[in-house]
C-alpha cells in the first residue's frame, strides 16, 4: 500500500489547490509551511477566514466589499451623487480612488461580456445598473471598463441600453501615456489619441 | 545576419544546431527527413509564426510539452519558447513582454515554397495569409489589430449562431469593436498591396523575360465602413449565422494583361506570378526596411525549367542571407557557391560536403 499523508493534511492540500495559481506542489508546499508554524498561528488564520466569511459581502447597490456597517463609498455623505462610473471588478474601485480624480459613486458589472466564455448581460450586475439610475439622480455615466475587445464590446453594449435613459454617458479617454514620449506609445493607443485629440485654442 | 541557429524539441528534433553562411546555406536531404522544420524553426524566431501551421503547438516534438529555438542575429541571441500555454521570449537573455518588443529587433523575412502557386490558383485564405505575414512584418500596428480583429470576429460569430433569434442589441456591441481594427487593417492591406505591386511587376517581367504587365488589386470586403456596411446585411447575417464583411472576407486579385491570372494564365506563367509575389516581396522589404530580408527557400527549385531557375537566381536580392533545403546539389552548384550545406537525415543536422 502507498503511503499517503494523513486525510487532514491531503483536504488542506486540496482545498490550497483551488487557489488561484497554484498547483498541486504549490498547494503542498504551502501545507507543509503552515504546519510547521508556531501553535496558535493557524487558529489565527483560520479565525481571519471565518471572520471576511461572515463580515465581509458584496454591497447590494454598487458591488465594492462591504462590511457589517456598510459600503464605504454608498453611505459616504461627500460624494456627488450625480456621478456614475461604471467598472468591471470591485477591485478595479480603489486603483481609481486612489488617483483622486472621481468622487462620484460606483458599480461593478462583475465582470465583462465574454459570450466564448459565457458570460452574457444576464451575468453582470445590468439589471441593479439600470434600476439605480432609475431611481437615482445621476447625471452622468462614465464607462470604465477595460480597453481591450471585450471590454470595448462591453462598453458598447452598457451605452446602447444606457441610450433611452436620461443621463450624460462618457468613456474614460484614451490616449498618450503621461510622461512618455510619442515613441513609447504603441500604435492603437497612439491612433485613438489622434481621435480623440483636445482642442486648445480657445475652451482648453 | 544570421549566424547561429539551436532547436530543441521541434518537430523531428531532438536537438539541432548549426551556422549558416553569410550568403548561402544548403540543407541537403531526401524527402521527410526534417529540412523544412529547420526553415521553419528560423521563421518561428524570427516571427514567432510558423508558414505551415496556425498552431505553434504542432511545433512541439512527439511526447515532448514545449520547444525552444534560438538564433543568433546580428551578434544578439534571441531565444523563442513554447509550451500550449506559456511562450517565452528573450534577447540575449532579457525577457521581451510584448511580442513587438521582440519583434522589433528581429530580421525580415521571406519564406518560398512549392505551396506558393496557390497564391495564384488557390482559394483567398491563402491570400490574405500572405497579406497578413507582410503586413506584420513591415508595420508594427497591423499585428494587434489582426489579433483585436479576430477576437472581436470569433465573439460576434458566436453571437450569431448562439440563439434562436440574433440577439443585435449584443452583437451589435461587437460589430463596433469590429469596425475599428477593420478600419485599421483594410488601410494597411490596400496600401500594402500598392506598395507590392510595383515590385511584383518589375520580377514578372525579369523572369518570364518578355512584357507581361502584372496588376495586383485589393479588393476589400467593407472593411472601410464595417458599420454600416454590416448594418445592410441583417437579413443575411440572421440567415447564414456569420459576419458577412470585413477583412476576412478580403482578397487582392492578381491580373497578368488585365486578365485573371487564376483563369487566363498558363501554368508557367502562374508560376513566375507566383515567384514575382514572393521576391517582390522581398524587394519590397528591401525597400521599406533598408535591410535585405532573410530568405527560406523550400525546395523550390524541383518543379521549375532551368531557363525560370537561372532567372528566380538572377532576381532574388543579392544582399540577402539565404537559406536553401534541396534534395540534390548539382544543379546549384551552376548558380552558386554555398558557404556551407548541411546535411539533414532523420532529425538529425550534420555539416555535409
Avoid at chain 1, 501545507?31 to 465581509?56: D, F, H, K, M, R
Avoid at chain 1, 461604471?86 to 458599480?107: C, N, S
Avoid at chain 2, 502584372?214 to 458599420?227: K, T
Wanted: with cysteine; glycine share 8%; aromatic share 6%.
Amino acid at each position: 500500500m502507498n503511503l499517503e499523508y494523513p486525510t487532514a493534511l491531503q483536504s488542506l492540500i486540496l482545498h490550497l489547490k483551488r487557489l488561484p495559481g497554484i498547483g498541486s506542489r504549490s498547494a503542498e508546499r504551502m501545507s507543509l509551511w503552515l504546519l510547521q508554524q508556531p501553535v496558535g498561528t493557524l487558529a489565527a488564520l483560520s479565525e481571519v477566514l471565518v471572520q471576511v466569511e461572515q463580515e465581509i459581502k458584496p454591497c447590494a447597490s454598487c458591488g465594492f466589499f462591504a462590511t457589517r456597517e456598510g459600503c464605504a463609498i454608498c453611505q459616504a455623505p461627500d460624494r456627488d451623487p450625480r456621478l456614475l462610473c461604471i467598472v468591471e471588478q470591485p477591485t478595479d474601485i480603489l486603483p481609481i480612488e486612489r488617483t483622486g480624480a472621481f468622487r462620484g459613486h460606483y458599480h461593478a458589472l462583475g465582470g465583462r461580456l465574454a459570450p466564448l466564455d459565457n458570460v452574457g448581460p444576464e451575468d453582470l450586475r445590468i439589471g441593479e445598473l439600470m434600476d439605480r439610475i432609475r431611481t437615482g439622480e445621476f447625471e452622468e455615466v462614465v464607462l470604465a471598463t477595460g480597453a481591450d475587445v471585450a471590454g470595448e464590446a462591453t462598453a458598447n453594449y452598457l451605452a446602447e441600453i444606457l441610450r433611452s435613459s436620461n443621463v450624460r454617458l462618457t468613456r474614460l479617454a484614451q490616449g498618450m501615456p503621461v510622461g512618455g514620449g510619442l515613441d513609447t506609445a504603441d500604435s492603437l493607443t497612439l491612433h485613438r489619441a489622434f481621435q480623440h485629440r483636445r482642442n486648445l485654442s480657445h475652451d482648453a | 545576419m544570421l549566424t547561429h541557429l539551436k532547436l530543441r524539441h521541434l518537430r523531428c528534433f531532438e536537438v539541432a544546431a548549426c551556422q549558416p553562411g553569410n550568403g548561402t546555406t544548403v540543407f541537403l536531404g531526401e524527402n521527410a527527413q526534417g529540412k523544412t522544420s529547420i526553415l521553419e524553426a528560423v521563421c518561428v524566431a524570427m516571427r514567432l509564426q510558423s508558414p505551415r501551421t496556425a498552431n505553434l503547438a504542432d511545433l512541439i516534438r512527439f511526447g515532448e510539452k514545449e520547444f525552444a529555438v534560438s538564433a543568433t542575429l546580428a551578434g544578439q541571441e534571441l531565444l523563442f519558447g513554447y509550451s500550449g500555454n506559456r511562450r517565452r521570449m528573450t534577447i540575449d537573455s532579457e525577457t521581451m513582454r510584448s511580442s513587438g518588443d521582440y519583434l522589433r529587433q528581429s530580421a525580415l523575412v521571406v519564406w518560398m515554397s512549392n505551396d506558393d502557386m496557390a497564391l495564384v490558383r488557390g482559394g483567398s485564405e491563402g491570400r490574405r495569409r500572405f497579406l497578413d505575414f507582410l503586413g506584420s512584418q513591415l508595420h508594427p500596428p497591423y499585428r494587434p489589430a489582426l489579433r483585436d480583429y479576430e477576437r472581436a470576429l470569433r465573439a460576434r460569430n458566436f453571437l450569431l449562431k448562439r440563439d434562436a433569434y440574433p440577439r443585435w442589441d449584443q452583437i451589435d456591441a461587437y460589430t463596433r469593436v469590429l469596425a475599428e481594427h477593420a478600419a485599421i487593417l483594410t488601410r494597411l492591406r490596400r496600401e500594402l498591396v500598392a506598395r507590392l505591386e510595383p515590385f511584383a511587376a518589375e520580377v514578372q517581367a525579369e523572369v518570364s523575360g518578355r512584357a507581361e504587365p502584372l496588376g495586383l488589386v485589393y479588393e476589400a470586403a467593407g472593411g472601410d465602413r464595417l458599420e454600416e456596411v454590416l448594418a445592410g446585411f441583417r437579413d443575411e447575417e440572421s440567415r447564414k449565422r456569420g459576419t458577412a464583411a470585413g477583412p476576412h472576407r478580403d482578397d487582392f486579385g492578381i491580373t497578368l494583361h488585365g486578365m485573371a491570372a487564376s483563369r487566363f494564365a498558363s501554368e508557367g506563367q502562374q508560376r513566375t506570378t507566383a515567384l514575382a509575389l514572393k521576391i517582390g516581396q522581398a524587394r519590397l522589404f528591401l525597400a521599406e526596411s533598408r535591410r535585405p530580408p532573410l530568405l527560406l527557400l523550400d525546395d523550390i527549385f524541383g518543379e521549375l525549367d532551368p531557363g525560370r531557375r537561372n532567372a528566380l537566381m538572377a532576381a532574388l536580392p543579392v544582399h540577402s542571407q539565404k537559406l536553401i533545403t534541396t534534395t540534390h546539389l548539382d544543379w546549384l552548384r551552376d548558380h552558386l557557391q554555398p558557404e556551407s550545406v548541411y546535411e539533414v537525415t532523420r532529425g538529425m543536422v550534420a555539416p555535409g560536403t
